[in-house]
């Protein structure tokens, strides 16, 4: 079976797990913070348990989605310390896990390298016009800030996951930017295996007054991203922010070959329910896809995780036929 064949869509069969959802940042389009020191951290026992009812689920990524703690604050090193053994703890388990956790120190990430299989991070727009908007309280999305992370990930070859998210204020102009961006950060270090494109969507929670992103102007998005990215690096939606099944289909004609996360539960948008593998299998065979799951890692990476990681990776591509 090939990732790269011409009818293949993909998914990553998941879960999500929420270290904290306290976050310092307070972005004006958020559904998933509370404040911090107001929401409990998820423990190692609690987390077992939960990767023991996954055991027998098919289900192959963890993804560790957290909100941040204060890159000064007295409490970051227990905070990271407890991502990273949730992360050992998927691992030990059998699950392969990918962190997503905002900015990270150049140490951090070099630690988070040993105990993941990729990670990721969104560069959402680069445009520093949203700090005076969605993100004037939020100075993890400084956008200098996140492009190092791109850097530093391709410093120390760990493969990643980035993306834009659109609707918050931008231009047209600025996708283009945004994308660039991303397509020349991977032109010096081939490390990104997907982008996502999020279209934003409004939540319950958030204070944000704007409308959906216009689902109509996807396909329109991502046929000009594949213009603009890579033959290597694929385009994910999230299928359940696309909820008009003839869009996503138009999307996936126009260029978006993945899916993301299948998890029971979109933790950044808790509004919009995923349609679950069956119900996206049936929406794409009827143009003539073929919905297949993948690992959190694409194989050309293989080879930059260490020998532990590599192994039960392999294992996985034997379960998945991959
Ligand atoms: S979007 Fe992310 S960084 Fe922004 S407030 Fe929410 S959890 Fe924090």
Same mark, same amino acid.
Request: proline share 9%; net charge negative; hydrophobic share 30%.
């Given at each position: 079976m090939s990732l790269s064949g011409q009818n293949i869509v993909t998914y990553s069969p998941a879960y999500t797990i929420v270290p904290t959802y306290e976050c310092f940042n307070r972005c004006s389009y958020c559904n998933f913070r509370t404040e911090p020191g107001k929401s409990p951290w998820l423990t190692l026992e609690a987390a077992k348990e939960i990767f023991l009812q996954l055991?027998?689920?098919?289900?192959c990524e963890i993804l560790i989605l957290s909100g941040e703690v204060h890159p +000064?604050?007295?409490?970051r090193e227990a905070w990271f310390e407890r991502i990273y053994d949730l992360c050992a703890l998927a691992l030990a388990m059998g699950f392969l896990p990918h962190t997503n956790v905002g900015p990270l120190s150049w140490t951090e990430m070099q630690k988070l390298k040993t105990v993941n299989v990729s990670m990721g991070l969104m560069l959402e727009q680069l445009t520093p016009k949203l700090l005076n908007t969605v993100h004037r309280h939020a100075p993890s999305k400084l956008p200098e800030v996140r492009s190092q992370q791109l850097q530093w990930a391709g410093d120390l070859k760990i493969p990643f996951t980035t993306g834009l998210l659109l609707g918050i204020g931008e231009t047209d102009a600025d996708w283009w930017e945004t994308l660039t961006a991303i397509s020349e950060s991977h032109a010096h270090y081939?490390?990104?295996?997907e982008v996502i494109l999020q279209p934003h969507s409004p939540g319950t929670v958030q204070t944000f007054d704007a409308p959906p992103?216009?689902? +109509?102007q996807l396909p329109t998005v991502i046929a000009k991203a594949r213009e603009i990215l890579p033959a290597d690096m694929t385009i994910q939606i999230p299928p359940n922010l696309v909820e008009d099944e003839n869009w996503l289909l138009a999307c996936i004609a126009a260029g978006a070959r993945d899916l993301g996360g299948i998890s029971p539960?979109?933790?950044?948008?808790?509004d919009y329910p995923h349609l679950q593998e069956q119900e996206l299998r049936n929406i794409l065979e009827s143009r003539g896809w073929e919905l297949v799951p993948r690992l959190p890692?694409?194989?050309?990476?293989?080879?930059?995780?260490g020998a532990g990681l590599q192994q039960q990776v392999q294992e996985w591509r034997e379960r998945f036929k991959l």
């Open positions: 055991k027998n689920q098919n289900v +000064h604050s007295a409490r081939h490390h990104i295996q992103f216009d689902p +109509h539960k979109d933790e950044v948008n808790p890692l694409y194989p050309q990476f293989d080879e930059w995780l």
